[in-house]
C-alpha cells in the first residue's frame, strides 16, 4: 500500500482568540507564521504543503508576494470567507470582524460568483489558476461542487467526516457524517463517490475513538453533560489532539484501509496557530513551541511509517493515473 500526507493550511489574517480578524488587521501569520516557522520546518521534514488562502489575504499584496516566493516545495490554493467578498460583500473595513458566513446557503449564483471572484483574485495576483479550494467554516455542498467544476477547480478538501455541524451560525445543519473517510471523486453530492465525477474530494482525516469515558468522568464533572458516546470524532490536526492520538489515527486508517492500494491522510490547521495569540489555541511562545514540536514528532513518526508527503492537486493526478 502507498501511504500519502497531505498537509492542508487555511491561510487567514492574523486574528485573536475569539477568531475576530486583528485590529489593525496584520499578517504575521503569513510573513513570520508561514515564511519563518511553517515553510523552512516543512522543508526540513521534506514535507510539501497545501496552503489554502483566505481571500482577505489574497488583497494583501506583501502576502502575496510572501506566498509566491516561499522557498521550497508547495501548493497555493483558496479558501472562501465569503462576507469579506463580492458580490453582497458585507464589510469594507476588515479589521476586528469575524468571518462566520457560510458560502453554500448563498443563492447558487452569487455563490458562484464569490468562488468566481476568488479565483480571479488569486489568479490576477499570482499569476496561475488555482486547483484546489476549501470552503471557510466547512460549509460547502452541492452548489460549491457545480461552482468548482465550472472555474476548473481539481480538488476540494471541505468534508470532514463523521461531522454534522448544526450551530446556529448556520442556516441549515452541514452534515458531513455520511462522507467517506479516504479521497473520492464526486459528482453533485459532496459526501458520495462518483467514479464518473471530475472533482476529487480529500476529506479531512477525522477518524472515531473509543472514549476513556471513566478518565475522562474522573478529569471533569462536564463530561456528564453530553450523553456519554462511546466513539468520539478525533481530529488529524495539532493541539486539537495529542501527539499519541495523531499518531493512533494515523495507525488506525493504515490498518482500516489495508486492503487498498493508496491510503490518505489530510492534516488541517490554520498558519496562524503557530504564533502566540492569533487564534484560540496556541496563547503563549510556550503553547506555539509545543504546537511545532508536535508537527515534528507526527512527521517523525510518519517517516519512519512510510507516509509520503504530497500536495492536494499532485494527489489527484495520483489517483486519476490509478
Ligand atoms: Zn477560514
Redesign the pocket.
Known sequence: MKKYLVITI?V?PDCSPTWHYSDPLTFTGVSNGIRQRLQPLFNKYNITPTY?V?NVVLEDERSVEVLHQLEGKYELGT?L?PEFIQPEKKYEIYAGKK?IANGCFYPPDIEFEKIKNITGLFEKNLGYKPTSF?A??YSAGANTVKSLKQLGYLVDTSVTPHICWDDASREKPVDFRAAPEQPYFIDEDITKENLQGNLFEVPISIALKKRNILKEIIVSVAGLRHPLRQYKPFWLRPYYSTTKDLIDIANQYISVNHDRDIMVLNMMF?NVEVLPGLSPYSLSEEDCRAYLQQLMDFFTFCKQADIQSIALTDLYHVFRKH
Open positions: 487555511d487567514e489554502l483566505n479558501h470567507h468571518g476549501r471557510g467554516r490554520h
